[in-house]
C-alpha cells in the first residue's frame, strides 16, 4: 500500500515545487522539522540535477510503512545522457560546488538509504528512502 | 540520547539567561563540543533550541518560532559540509596508514646487501624526504674481488619516483655478473627506463665498480652528480666526471667509462642532489661545507663518515630534509 505524488521538473521554479512537496509530505507522514528540511534539500539538489544535467524528468514521492515504520521514498527519474562514472560522483569533493557537502554524497548523508540507476545514453534513476527515527 | 541533550542544554541556557556569566558560556562551549563529538549537526541544534526555548516561554510570538524553520534550513548545508570534513579527514587517515604500508613493502622490496671485499670499507646512508624513497642504491657483487654499487635518483619525489625504482631493480638483478662492465650497466638500465618510462620521468643514475686485483676504481655515470674522488697522499679531492645522458631519454646512449687507481686511505664519494643541493629557508647551503666536513672526518671509518655527514647536515637544514638524502663511501684500507 503506498501513496505516490509527482512532479515534473522542466524549469528552474519547478525545483521550488517539488520541494514544497516533498515538505508538505514529509509533514504530513510525521517527521519533525529537521528531518523535514533534511529531505527537502535532498530532493532540491536531486531536481537541480535534473535540471541542469538532464534538461527534464521527474520527482516523485512515495509515502511508505513497513513493520510499523512510516517513511518516504523520492524518486527522481529523468531520460539525460546518464552518469559515466558513479563511482567518482559518489566521492566526498568531487561535486562541482566541492567541498561544501552538497551534491549526492550529502543526498546519501541526508536520507537513509540510497540507490542509483543509470546508463549512459538513457537516463538515470535515483531512489532514496528516510525512515522516521 | 537526544532527550539527555535537550535537558542538559535547557539547564545551561536557563542558567545562562539568569546570570549571563562568562562563566556559563564558559559551559555553553563545553557542552557544544560534545555535541560535536557526538555527530550533531547544527540544524540539529538550532532545533534543540527551539525546543527548549517553546518550553521555557511558549508564549513566545509565532514570528520567532517561524524565523528558527528558516535558520534550520540554512544550518543543513553546514551540517553536511561538516559531515564531508570529517570523512575526509578518515580517508586521509586511511591514505596515511597505505602509504606506511607501501614505505615498509619498497624497503623490503628494494633492500640489498652490501658487499663484503677484503681491503673495502662500505659507508652507506639513504633517508628519504618524504615516506618514500626516490634514491635508490643497488649493490652488485662476488663478495671476493668486486664491488659495484648504482646510485640512482628519479627526478621527483614520492610514490610516482618509487614506483619508478623497482624497475630499476629488475634491470639491475638481470645483470647479475659484476663482471659487466659499468658503461655496459647503464646501457642496460637506460633501455629499460626509456621503454617503460614516461616522457617527464627522468633518471640520473652512477655506477662505479672496485676491483680488489687491480685497485681500479671504474665508473659511468648517466647525468648523476659526480662522484668525489678522495687522494690521500695529496690529500685533495677531484670530481669524478663522464660524460652520459640521464636514463630514459633515448633508447641508444653510448656512456663513457673511466677509472682511477686508489690506495690504501683513499676512498670515493657518491651521492644523490639531496647531499649537493641542502637547502635551509635562507637558501642552499655552500657544497663546500660537504667537502669540507667530508675532509674533517678522513680517517674515519666509512660508516662513521657517511653518518656524521648526515647528521651534520640534518641539523643545518633544521631536521627538515626537502629531498631523498644518498650518501655512499667506498673506501681502500688497505
Ligand atoms: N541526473 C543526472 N544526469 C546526468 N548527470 C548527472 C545527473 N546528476 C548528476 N550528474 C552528474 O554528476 C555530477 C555530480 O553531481 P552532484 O550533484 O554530486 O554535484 P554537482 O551538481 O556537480 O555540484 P553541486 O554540489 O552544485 O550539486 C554532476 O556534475 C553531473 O555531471
Ligand atoms: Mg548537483
Same mark, same amino acid.
Given at each position: 500500500?503506498?501513496?505516490?505524488?509527482?512532479?515534473?521538473?522542466l524549469t528552474?521554479?519547478?525545483?521550488?515545487?517539488?520541494?514544497?512537496?516533498?515538505? /508538505?509530505?514529509?509533514?504530513?507522514?510525521?517527521f519533525?522539522?529537521?528531518?523535514?528540511?533534511?529531505?527537502?534539500?535532498?530532493?532540491?539538489?536531486?531536481a537541480? /540535477?535534473?535540471y541542469?544535467y538532464? #534538461?527534464? =524528468?521527474?520527482?516523485?514521492?512515495?509515502r511508505?510503512s513497513e513493520? =510499523?515504520?512510516? =517513511?518516504?521514498?523520492?524518486?527522481?527519474?529523468?531520460?539525460?545522457?546518464?552518469?559515466?562514472?558513479?563511482?567518482?560522483?559518489?566521492?566526498?569533493?568531487?561535486?562541482?560546488?566541492?567541498?561544501? #557537502?552538497?551534491?549526492?554524497p550529502?543526498?546519501?548523508?541526508?536520507?537513509?538509504?540510497? $540507490?542509483?540507476d543509470?546508463?549512459?545514453?538513457?537516463?538515470?534513476?535515483? $531512489?532514496?528512502?528516510k525512515?522516521?527515527? | 540520547?537526544?532527550?539527555?541533550?535537550e @535537558?542538559?542544554? *535547557?539547564?545551561?541556557?536557563?542558567?545562562?539567561?539568569m546570570k549571563?556569566?562568562?562563566? %556559563?558560556?564558559y559551559?555553553?562551549? %563545553?557542552?557544544?563540543?560534545?555535541?560535536?563529538? @557526538?555527530?550533531? !549537526?547544527?540544524?540539529?541544534?538550532?532545533?534543540?533550541?527551539k525546543?527548549?526555548?517553546e518550553?521555557?516561554?511558549?508564549?513566545?510570538?509565532?514570528?520567532?518560532? %517561524?524565523?528558527?524553520?528558516?535558520?534550520?534550513?540554512?544550518?543543513i548545508?553546514?551540517?553536511?559540509?561538516?559531515?564531508?570534513h570529517?570523512?575526509?579527514?578518515?580517508?586521509?587517515?586511511?591514505?596515511?596508514?597505505e602509504?606506511?604500508?607501501?614505505?615498509k613493502?619498497?624497503?623490503?622490496?628494494?633492500?640489498t646487501?652490501?658487499p *663484503?671485499i677484503?681491503?673495502l670499507?662500505?659507508?652507506?646512508?639513504?633517508v628519504?624526504?618524504?615516506?618514500m624513497?626516490?634514491?635508490?642504491?643497488?649493490f652488485?657483487?662476488?663478495?671476493?674481488?668486486?664491488?659495484?654499487?648504482?646510485?640512482?635518483?628519479?627526478i621527483g619525489?614520492?610514490i610516482?619516483?618509487?614506483l619508478?625504482m623497482?624497475?630499476?631493480?629488475?634491470?639491475?638483478?638481470?645483470?647479475?655478473?659484476?663482471a659487466?662492465?659499468p658503461?655496459?650497466?647503464?646501457?642496460v638500465?637506460?633501455?629499460?627506463v &626509456?621503454?617503460?618510462?614516461n616522457?617527464?620521468?627522468?633518471?640520473?643514475?652512477?655506477?662505479?665498480?672496485?676491483?680488489?686485483?687491480?685497485?681500479?676504481?671504474?665508473?659511468?655515470?648517466?647525468?648523476?652528480?659526480? !662522484?668525489?674522488?678522495?687522494?690521500?697522499?695529496n690529500?685533495?679531492?677531484?670530481?669524478?666526471? !663522464? @660524460?652520459?645522458?640521464?636514463?630514459?631519454?633515448? !633508447?641508444?646512449?653510448?656512456?663513457e667509462?673511466?677509472?682511477?687507481?686508489?690506495?690504501?686511505?683513499d676512498f670515493?664519494?657518491m651521492?644523490?642532489?639531496?647531499?649537493?643541493e641542502?637547502?635551509?629557508?635562507?637558501g642552499?647551503?655552500?657544497?663546500?661545507?660537504?667537502?669540507?666536513l667530508i675532509h674533517?672526518?678522513?680517517?674515519e671509518?666509512?660508516?662513521t663518515?657517511?653518518?656524521?655527514?648526515?647528521? &651534520?647536515?640534518?641539523k643545518?637544514?633544521?631536521?627538515?630534509?626537502?629531498?631523498?638524502?644518498?650518501?655512499?663511501?667506498?673506501?681502500?684500507?688497505?
Amino acid at each position: 500500500m503506498s501513496y505516490r505524488s509527482s512532479v515534473e521538473i522542466l524549469t528552474e521554479w519547478d525545483i521550488v515545487a517539488a520541494r514544497q512537496l516533498g515538505r /508538505n509530505e514529509a509533514k504530513e507522514v510525521g517527521f519533525g522539522t529537521v528531518d523535514q528540511a533534511r529531505i527537502t534539500t535532498a530532493i532540491s539538489e536531486l531536481a537541480r /540535477n535534473i535540471y541542469l544535467y538532464a #534538461g527534464k =524528468g521527474k520527482i516523485e514521492i512515495e509515502r511508505i510503512s513497513e513493520g =510499523g515504520k512510516y =517513511g518516504i521514498t523520492i524518486i527522481a527519474s529523468d531520460e539525460g545522457p546518464g552518469i559515466p562514472d558513479v563511482r567518482k560522483v559518489m566521492e566526498d569533493g568531487f561535486s562541482t560546488s566541492g567541498g561544501l #557537502g552538497a551534491g549526492m554524497p550529502g543526498v546519501k548523508r541526508l536520507m537513509d538509504t540510497f $540507490k542509483i540507476d543509470t546508463v549512459v545514453g538513457e537516463g538515470t534513476v535515483i $531512489k532514496a528512502t528516510k525512515w522516521i527515527r | 540520547m537526544p532527550q539527555e541533550i535537550e @535537558k542538559q542544554y *535547557k539547564e545551561i541556557l536557563k542558567q545562562y539567561l539568569m546570570k549571563q556569566t562568562e562563566r %556559563n558560556l564558559y559551559e555553553g562551549q %563545553n557542552f557544544s563540543r560534545q555535541l560535536i563529538k @557526538k555527530n550533531i !549537526a547544527p540544524d540539529e541544534v538550532i532545533s534543540i533550541h527551539k525546543a527548549t526555548l517553546e518550553e521555557m516561554f511558549p508564549e513566545l510570538p509565532m514570528n520567532v518560532w %517561524n524565523s528558527f524553520d528558516l535558520l534550520i534550513e540554512m544550518m543543513i548545508r553546514y551540517g553536511l559540509a561538516h559531515a564531508e570534513h570529517q570523512s575526509l579527514l578518515q580517508q586521509q587517515e586511511e591514505m596515511k596508514v597505505e602509504m606506511d604500508l607501501a614505505a615498509k613493502v619498497q624497503r623490503t622490496l628494494l633492500k640489498t646487501t652490501r658487499p *663484503k671485499i677484503n681491503g673495502l670499507e662500505i659507508g652507506l646512508v639513504s633517508v628519504p624526504a618524504r615516506k618514500m624513497n626516490g634514491d635508490y642504491i643497488y649493490f652488485l657483487s662476488d663478495n671476493l674481488n668486486n664491488a659495484g654499487v648504482a646510485v640512482a635518483d628519479v627526478i621527483g619525489k614520492g610514490i610516482p619516483a618509487a614506483l619508478c625504482m623497482s624497475m630499476i631493480k629488475y634491470g639491475m638483478d638481470s645483470l647479475q655478473d659484476v663482471a659487466t662492465d659499468p658503461k655496459k650497466v647503464l646501457d642496460v638500465i637506460n633501455r629499460i627506463v &626509456e621503454k617503460s618510462v614516461n616522457d617527464d620521468m627522468f633518471i640520473s643514475m652512477f655506477y662505479g665498480r672496485y676491483n680488489v686485483e687491480n685497485s681500479l676504481f671504474t665508473y659511468a655515470t648517466a647525468g648523476h652528480e659526480p !662522484a668525489l674522488f678522495y687522494n690521500a697522499q695529496n690529500d685533495e679531492f677531484t670530481e669524478l666526471h !663522464a @660524460k652520459g645522458l640521464l636514463l630514459g631519454v633515448v !633508447a641508444n646512449v653510448s656512456y663513457e667509462q673511466h677509472a682511477v687507481t686508489m690506495e690504501a686511505g683513499d676512498f670515493v664519494v657518491m651521492m644523490t642532489d639531496g647531499v649537493t643541493e641542502c637547502r635551509t629557508d635562507e637558501g642552499f647551503i655552500d657544497p663546500k661545507i660537504v667537502i669540507t666536513l667530508i675532509h674533517s672526518m678522513r680517517h674515519e671509518p666509512a660508516q662513521t663518515i657517511v653518518d656524521s655527514v648526515f647528521k &651534520e647536515l640534518e641539523k643545518m637544514q633544521n631536521f627538515e630534509l626537502r629531498d631523498d638524502f644518498t650518501l655512499v663511501i667506498f673506501k681502500k684500507t688497505s
